[in-house]
Structure formats: structure tokens, C-alpha cells
């Protein structure tokens, strides 16, 4: 995961800017264009544990997700991959598109706070890998 992180801040997805786009590109194959996701493989974007913390939205498109979770109540055991790649800029216009459009619920952010999330999550990795 941290070589994940640090080279998201050298590589760049496509210049696809519209969240609504970059969320087709990118999680509509496994979470569907609704946002209900499919079956108990990939978990729905409309509960607000899963969403509403900058921290874990930004963290888990960054890192992926791998193993078990529960969402809104269900087991799902599905498998995200890392979007490390992706700009600060598309990861805060995929997270507003699903807090507006999909959840109709939660506060949108910038590219600012995602660069500093992502800084944080590299910093939180180094700690880990030097203990």
C-alpha cells in the first residue's frame, strides 16, 4: 500500500475531470451506476459509515479494500483495487459525485484535502514500515 500511495503523487489518471464520468470510468463496473452495488461481492455507496469520513472514502479508493466487510448491515467480500493513480483533483470530484448523486448525503471536498489525506496515509505507512 505505501508504494501505492507515493507514486500517486507522481502518476496521473486520464485528464477526465467530471465526477460523474471519472465514477463511470472508474466504480460503476463493480458498484453499478446506481450506486447499489452487486449481489454480496461489491457493497452499495449509500451508507454514511462507508462515505461520510473523508478519511476512509479517500483511503479506500487510494489503498483498495481486500477481505471481508460489512455494509449496512451485509457481508460483502469483493475486492477494490487501489485508484492510487488517479489526481487528488479526480478523487475529490469521484467523492462528491457519490455523496450528491448517489448517497444524496455528506459534505464535498477538494483537491487540497485529498492531496493532505494522502500525505497522511503515506506518513502513517512509513510509521508502520519503521517500527
Not at 105 to 112: L, N, W
Amino acid at each position: 500500500a505505501l508504494l501505492f500511495i507515493m507514486l500517486g503523487a507522481f502518476k496521473r489518471g486520464p485528464q477526465v475531470n467530471n465526477g460523474e464520468d471519472l465514477y463511470r470510468e472508474y466504480c460503476k463496473s463493480c458498484h453499478q451506476r446506481s450506486g447499489k452495488g452487486f449481489l454480496r461481492v461489491y457493497p452499495p455507496l449509500t451508507d454514511p459509515e462507508w462515505i461520510a469520513r473523508d478519511e476512509r472514502i479517500v483511503g479506500n479508493i487510494l489503498n483498495g479494500i481486500k477481505g471481508e466487510i460489512v455494509v449496512e448491515g451485509k457481508e460483502y467480500d469483493g475486492e477494490m483495487p487501489s485508484f492510487y493513480y488517479l489526481s487528488d483533483n479526480q478523487i475529490a470530484q469521484i467523492v462528491n459525485y457519490v455523496r450528491t448523486e448517489i448517497a444524496g448525503t455528506g459534505t464535498s471536498i477538494d483537491s487540497v484535502h485529498v492531496a493532505r489525506l494522502r500525505s497522511e496515509l503515506l506518513r502513517d505507512s512509513l510509521k508502520i514500515l519503521t517500527k
